[in-house]
T-cell receptor
Framework: ETGVTQSPTHLIKTRGQQVTLRCSSQ?????VSWYQQALGQGPQFIFQ???????GRGNFPPRFSGLQFPNYSSELNVNALELDDSALYLC?????????????FGNGTRLTVT | EDQVTQSPEALRLQEGESSSLNCSYT??????LFWYRQDPGKGPEFLFT???AGEEKEKERLKATLTKKESFLHITAPKPEDSATYLC??????????????FGTGTQLKVEL
């Protein structure tokens, strides 16, 4: 069973730039969620994708956007980067339709905005 | 809006010294309670899901319990490899918790020889 994989592992960007983070879901999973984890904090829900459509969104501005592809992989795009966007970005997959399927997380992408 | 509070923020134990971590929560609607373990530089690793008051689940030296307002993660005779941050979260149960987990800030556990 292949787990959730994310790329890149680390990234440094300048304020105002745009970034794309990538995620491959665990085999057999059809739902992808993205979370932001600031240092010393718990993960915060950004949004979830199911059947290639956004299906639930947390308290994040529209410059955070995403995609889900037919193979259930996903991208997180952040435009106009701000210093506060520096965080660990976590992707998690689960299997909707299998009631008790918990979230399985990747190891994240560490984004630093300077 | 769901809220989760974990205590203590940090806990230092000697090897073999049992203790408990606390997670208190307020939720609206049916929710599951989830425990995750997170090692430095890694993503959270799923441990347990609890759905109803009185439910208990065990895995090796860990046991999670649930009341209507709180969950406890009991660690019996911990070893240094149990050192990690333990995260508690609540989320909808209808879709297997896949939509919007609300996390606490975690308890950082350090187990020393």
């Amino acid at each position: 069973e292949t787990g959730v994989t994310q790329s890149p592992t680390h990234l440094i960007k300048t304020r105002g730039q745009q970034v794309t983070l990538r995620c491959s879901s665990q085999s057999g999973h059809n739902t992808v969620s993205w979370y932001q984890q600031a240092l010393g904090q718990g993960p915060q829900f950004i949004f979830q994708y199911y059947r290639e459509e956004e299906n639930g969104r947390g308290n994040f501005p529209p410059r955070f956007s995403g995609l889900q592809f037919p193979n259930y992989s996903s991208e997180l795009n952040v435009n106009a980067l701000e210093l506060d966007d520096s965080a660990l970005y976590l992707c998690a997959s689960s299997s909707r339709g299998q009631g008790n399927s918990p979230l399985h997380f990747g190891n994240g992408t560490r984004l630093t905005v300077t | 809006e769901d809220q989760v509070t974990q205590s203590p923020e940090a806990l230092r134990l000697q090897e073999g010294e049992s203790s408990s971590l606390n997670c208190s929560y307020t939720v609206s609607g049916l929710r599951g309670l989830f425990w995750y373990r997170q090692d430095p530089g890694k993503g959270p690793e799923f441990l347990f899901t609890l759905y109803s008051a009185g439910e208990e689940k065990e895995k090796e030296r860990l046991k999670a319990t649930l009341t209507k307002k709180e969950s406890f993660l009991h660690i019996t005779a911990p070893k240094p490899e149990d050192s990690a941050t333990y995260l508690c979260a609540v989320g909808p149960i209808l879709t297997g918790g896949g939509n919007k987990l609300t996390f606490g800030t975690g308890t950082q556990l350090k187990v020393e020889l």
